[in-house]
């Protein structure tokens, strides 16, 4: 739908510039501006949820997973609130319902001024706050309603009574796109009706699809004696059956009501209603496993990271650093190649480059399946983590992205590096190859945080690489606001040279064949490292 919108509002432009072309007689300039400014406005219209739900002062469900939600699926997401509750890890200690005027006075300043498109419920804690949003609903039509109808918290805590059942099905699932119980809440609406085989939940899909919404999601995760997670989605016309893997942890809470959000921020952006399901299942899946190791709160079911971000604390709290230019003194890069030459796996030639004292790696494999380079980068980052030090991923900001890597390299013709920084986020790494004081000014405004310059000398290691010798270097490092590490053709014959060109923003030296076109890849790491030392020695 959304780039249907998108697409309508060109075709707009289009039109609009043809008129422009053929019609002599051309509209006054102030009608012709707000022409332009009202495609302007569509052309550039950010895919908007409102939530009405209520609050979770523990910040694992209602409002605030859905604000979590939308904002990891890149969508804007504004609030009605409905209630507040008092929770945390161990159950609901308390819920104080929001006066429906003050809701209804919430639902009109949203939908009134902010161009909503999927409308997306929670706890509706009243039949009269029902009632109040079927209302608005009907003066404010919206592109799609998504129904949580929370009656049962995920840790079994009742959050509406019996008459809030009546409201749904006479008020809210007649105008539903999609309604997406639990088991619980989907035998509540059906008169206690028992649930407990994937055939039940198929029968109760349809039932509930006889009340009037689009489409019905019956969620299965609390399904007895099911191996994977089981939700029945059914349009209608077609029943299907969703898995995935079940997740073995504590931290479940707020799962339904970020599936629901997720669901609507998918069906903002445009997608369809099957497809919005399926992307929402697999983004709980995969935040409930990165999550299922963090720990918050003393009860039995803690909250998940819709962001997935919280280890990258955890990992600093436990003793890892910051990048500091520093890092860059000795500076691995591997090569698939030459580890295939020697007979080493990528986190064995890791493990002895560090060991012999490089001070940041970096993984450039070329030559590698995706899931392969995914499995040595974690085991890599252990080994790195373990001494202290930084691994970066080259080009690859997927793999640095799945494996939580210290940060990426990235070079000229790759990712834009505004675009890195903005998909890894301020506290990674980004480093990006110059050979021009036009580029190293580029990565500073881009938000890199040092630059990788050469290469100095010829190398095999790079097809068609200009060298740049080491005035070239000299005149990178003097324009440049960013620490410098020099690359390309780089050993223990001129390591010292390189180092001593006499500019303090060079930092370190990178180096590939040095090290790991050898035997020994500890030996080798020594070797140069004691050069390294003895020249900036020297130089002081």
């Excluded at 209804?104 to 009243?126: R, Y």
């Excluded at 900001?397 to 890195?420: E, F, K, N, R, Y």
């Excluded at 270097?473 to 010292?496: F, R, Y």
Aim: hydrophobic share 40%.
């Amino acid at each position: 739908m959304l780039m249907a919108y998108y697409g309508d509002a060109q075709l707009l432009v289009s039109r609009t510039t043809l008129s422009f072309s053929f019609n002599k007689r051309q509209p006054p300039p102030a009608s012709r501006a707000n022409k332009q400014t009202r495609i302007s406005m569509e052309m550039h219209k950010v895919p908007h949820v409102l939530t009405v739900a209520g609050s979770d002062s523990g910040a694992g469900a209602g409002i605030q997973a859905d604000l979590k939600a939308c904002a990891a699926r890149g969508v804007y997401c504004s609030t009605v609130i409905t209630a507040l509750t008092a929770q945390n890890t161990v159950g609901v200690q308390g819920v104080d319902i929001v006066a429906e005027d003050f809701v209804a006075q919430q639902l009109k300043s949203v939908l009134s001024d902010m161009h909503v498109d999927v409308v997306k419920t929670g706890m509706l804690p009243s039949l009269g706050i029902v009632k109040i949003l079927h209302q608005y609903l009907k003066e404010y039509p919206v592109r799609a309603l998504v129904v949580d109808p929370v009656m049962v918290s995920t840790s079994g805590d009742v959050l509406a009574g019996p008459s809030i059942i009546t409201g749904f099905r006479e008020e809210l699932f007649p105008i539903a796109d999609i309604v997406t119980p639990n088991l619980k809440e989907a035998s509540a609406l059906l008169d206690g009706l028992k649930i407990k085989t994937v055939s039940d939940m198929r029968s109760a899909a349809k039932l509930l699809h006889d009340m009037g919404p689009r489409n019905v999601l019956v969620k299965g995760g609390d399904l007895p004696d099911s191996l994977d997670a089981v939700d029945i989605f059914f349009n209608g016309e077609d029943i299907y059956e969703l898995r995935s893997s079940r997740i073995d942890t504590r931290n479940t809470h707020g799962t339904g009501c970020t599936l629901a959000s997720c669901i609507a921020a998918e069906l903002a952006k445009g997608s369809s209603m099957l497809e919005s399901v399926k992307v929402a299942k697999c983004y709980v899946e995969t935040a409930l496993d990165y999550s299922k190791e963090i720990f918050i709160g003393n009860g039995p079911q803690g909250p998940f990271d819709h962001l997935m971000r919280l280890k990258n604390n955890i990992h600093k709290s436990a003793g890892q650093v910051r990048f500091n230019p520093s890092d860059l003194f000795l500076y691995a890069v591997t090569d698939s190649g030459m580890n295939r030459k020697w007979g080493h796996s990528i986190s064995d030639a890791v493990k002895a480059a560090v060991e012999g004292g490089a001070t940041i790696v970096q993984l450039r494999e070329k030559d590698i399946e995706t899931r392969d380079f995914l499995e040595a980068a974690k085991l890599c980052l252990q080994i790195c983590r373990s001494h202290g030090v930084p691994l970066l991923i080259n080009d690859r900001i997927d793999v640095a992205l799945a494996c939580d890597a210290d940060g990426v390299h990235i070079g000229q013709s790759d990712m834009p590096t505004h675009v890195a920084r903005a998909l890894l986020g301020p506290e990674k790494i980004i480093g990006v190859s110059c050979k021009t004081p036009e580029h190293a000014e580029q990565a500073w405004i881009a938000g890199a945080d040092y630059i990788g310059c050469g290469g100095v000398y010829p190398t095999n290691t790079k097809a068609n690489n200009l060298t740049i010798g080491l005035e070239g270097l000299k005149t990178v490092c003097l324009a440049s606001k960013l620490p410098v590490v020099a690359i390309g053709g780089i050993n223990t014959s001129n390591a010292q040279s390189v180092m001593q060109i006499g500019v303090p923003n060079l930092k370190g030296v990178a180096v590939v064949s040095a090290l790991f076109d050898r035997e020994c890849v500890l030996t080798e790491t020594k070797k140069l490292r004691t050069l390294l030392m003895e020249a900036t020695q020297v130089m002081k």
